[in-house]
């Protein structure tokens, strides 16, 4: 059973940086990608990244690209999320959630923490 544990998240103003964590269990860790999503009040859940399995390749979220940065520890089953220059848009619950496969294909085995909140204000 894949058991996620997001943390890190808080309140910020904007322009501001904070790092999420994300511990994965349950699963081999480093043969999946990895991928961060976020869920803003009232509106559905939307992709911020993608890490592959040895994170030497990613993707963002045009929303966030040049912003935020993902990386990975293997050996400590840990997916970051570096947020930087923090935007009142950003505020939202975020979650991590591992693909079905090592590459980036954005399949999901819908696994789900239970997320961090970012607050930003303006």
């Known amino acids: 059973q894949v058991q996620l544990v997001e943390s890190g998240g808080g309140s910020v103003q904007t322009g501001g940086s904070l790092r999420l964590s994300c511990v994965a269990s349950?699963?081999?860790?480093?043969?999946?990608?990895m991928d961060w999503f976020r869920q803003a009040a009232g509106k559905e859940r939307e992709f911020v990244a993608a890490i592959n399995w040895g994170g030497h390749a990613a993707l963002y979220a045009d929303s966030v690209k040049g912003r935020f940065t993902i990386s990975r520890d293997n050996t400590e089953n840990t997916v970051y999320l570096q947020m930087n220059n923090l935007k009142p848009e950003d505020t939202a619950v975020y979650y991590c959630?591992?693909?079905?496969?090592?590459?980036?294909?954005?399949?999901?085995?819908?696994?789900w923490g239970q997320g961090t909140l970012v607050t930003v204000s303006s």
């Open positions: 349950g699963l081999t860790f480093g043969d999946f990608a």
């Open positions: 959630t591992p693909e079905r496969t090592a590459t980036i294909t954005r399949q999901y085995s819908n696994a």
